[in-house]
């Protein structure tokens, strides 16, 4: 079994700030990629940024030049520091981890932490 467990949402003004961070753990053999998506209340779930082992990244037009994702391959984490936060922003963040869990590589996904960007 492999898990994924989110952390850091919350409500912030706009302009503000929030790192959000997730864990995996498990049956881990090998990790290919993680990433952050996003669903807003009647909107599709979307890619917000992604981040593979090497390192290469690629984010959404949205967030482009706001938002930052890292990725700790020995601890199996991964982060999304988002700057100037707006209302748009708001949704529910997913974790999303590609990973060999020693028989397949398999798409997991986290709960999903609330993000609530308003005045």
């Known amino acids: 079994q492999v898990q994924l467990v989110e952390s850091g949402g919350g409500l912030v003004q706009p302009g503000g700030s929030l790192r959000l961070s997730c864990a995996a753990s498990g049956s881990i053999f090998s990790l290919s990629s993680m990433a952050w998506y996003r669903q807003a209340p009647g909107k599709e779930r979307e890619l917000v940024a992604r981040i593979r082992v090497g390192g290469s990244t690629n984010y959404s037009d949205s967030v482009k030049g ?20 707006k209302p748009e922003d708001t949704a529910t963040y997913y974790c999303y981890a590609l990973i060999n869990n020693g028989q397949r590589w398999d798409a997991y996904w986290g709960q999903g932490t609330q993000v609530t960007v308003s005045s």
């Open 66 to 85: 706001r938002f930052t994702i890292s990725m700790d391959t020995a601890k199996k984490t991964v982060d999304l520091q988002m700057n100037s936060l």
